[in-house]
Structures are given as structure tokens and as C-alpha cells.
């Protein structure tokens, strides 16, 4: 049985070894010493998302974006106060389909607020449109 888990460190990318624990009250990274607690969303972009996607161990909630888009707006401090929620249990992650449009067409995404979960560097469910911060509680955890 595996008893560690592969979390991608969101300043400098290198992958870490952690071992699988209920909880953590400190894990930083081996090689920049950053802290892997962090729960503020990395901004992901063509250079980081298939590396940092495919290769964390942890799900990893990715809001599709754009600057101009007003529910986008509206939802990213829920986004960000429920990614407070689960430090080391699901990593969140956002990327501008205005900067990144290959990445959002592979994707399919058609609207936006568009929110993906990932797991095992695999597309699990995705939701649409802005939620609020109980409703992104549930869409995630069920």
C-alpha cells in the first residue's frame, strides 16, 4: 500500500512526496521550502497546467475564467474561501480562457464561470455558471 502522496509545489513545480495524513499543521516543499498549506489558487497557463494536473494525487478544482466576465468576478473570493477549506485535500487552480484559449477549447469549455475537477490528472465532473460558496461546498465533496 502507498502510503505518500505526489503534491506539485505551485511556486516552483517540482513534485512532492508527502505522507498520506488526516491532516497537516506543516508540509513545505523539499526543493523551494514553500509552503504546501497554501491554499490560495495558482493561476495555471500553457507552460504549468498538464504537469501540475497530471501529475498531483490530490483533486485539483480548476475555475475557467475571464477578466471581463462578471459572474467570473463575482465568484473568485467564494472560490478562494472555500479552497481555505481543504488544505491538502483538493488543490484549487484557476485559468484565464482569454489567455488561454488552446486549453480551453481542449477543454470544451463554452461558458464561463466553468468549473473542472480533476482527478488523476483526469477530468472527473465539471459545473457551469457561478455558485455560491455552499453550493461549490457540495459540488465538490459529492
Wanted: proline share 6%; hydrophobic share 40%; aromatic share 8%.
Amino acid at each position: 500500500m502507498n502510503n505518500k502522496i505526489n503534491v506539485v509545489c505551485k511556486k516552483c513545480m517540482k513534485i512532492n512526496a508527502l505522507p498520506i495524513k488526516e491532516s497537516y499543521t506543516k508540509a513545505n516543499c523539499g526543493s523551494c521550502k514553500s509552503p504546501l498549506l497554501d491554499t490560495k489558487p495558482i493561476e495555471l497557463n500553457s507552460s504549468n497546467f498538464d504537469h501540475f494536473i497530471s501529475h498531483n494525487d490530490l483533486p485539483v478544482v480548476v475555475d475557467f475564467w475571464a477578466p471581463w466576465c462578471g459572474p467570473c468576478k463575482m465568484m473568485a473570493p467564494t472560490f478562494e474561501k472555500v479552497a481555505e477549506r481543504f488544505p491538502l485535500k483538493i488543490i484549487f487552480a484557476k485559468l484565464n480562457t482569454q489567455n488561454e484559449e488552446m486549453i480551453a477549447r481542449r477543454f470544451g469549455i463554452s461558458g464561463i464561470p466553468t468549473m473542472i475537477l480533476f482527478k488523476n490528472g483526469k477530468e472527473s465532473k465539471r459545473i457551469s455558471g457561478a455558485l455560491d460558496e455552499l453550493s461549490m461546498i457540495n459540488w465538490i465533496a459529492h
